[in-house]
């Protein structure tokens, strides 16, 4: 690396979302999730949510939010998502209700 070059941390994102394990249930049926990955755009992190969140059963997901992490976070429950993110994994936290 030479003087010019800055070596950049990768951009985490946090994608939030509710998300049905059937086509058929009803809304109070949601389970609410926090999606973090990294990706080069927002296109693509709500793209690889989608998948992710496809390929673990979920039948139907609506995202509400997307954002971008502003390094890691204070809270215990998204220190090992974060570091899966970091990882190039998309890391799902679900909230049962």
């Given at each position: 690396m030479n003087d010019n070059e800055v070596e950049m941390d990768p951009v985490v994102y946090i994608v939030i979302g509710r998300v049905w394990e059937n086509e058929e249930a009803l809304p109070e049926d949601a389970i609410t999730i926090h999606a973090?990955?990294?990706?080069?755009?927002?296109?693509?992190?709500?793209?690889?949510?989608?998948?992710?969140?496809?390929?673990?059963?979920?039948?139907?997901?609506?995202?509400?939010?997307?954002?971008?992490?502003?390094?890691?976070?204070?809270?215990?429950?998204?220190?090992?998502?974060?570091?899966?993110?970091l990882s190039g994994n998309v890391a799902i936290v679900t909230f049962s209700a």
């Amino acid at each position: 690396m030479n003087d010019n070059e800055v070596e950049m941390d990768p951009v985490v994102y946090i994608v939030i979302g509710r998300v049905w394990e059937n086509e058929e249930a009803l809304p109070e049926d949601a389970i609410t999730i926090h999606a973090l990955l990294t990706a080069p755009d927002d296109d693509d992190a709500v793209r690889r949510t989608l998948e992710s969140l496809s390929s673990q059963g979920f039948a139907e997901a609506e995202l509400e939010q997307i954002g971008v992490m502003d390094g890691e976070p204070d809270d215990p429950v998204y220190e090992g998502a974060y570091q899966d993110a970091l990882s190039g994994n998309v890391a799902i936290v679900t909230f049962s209700a």
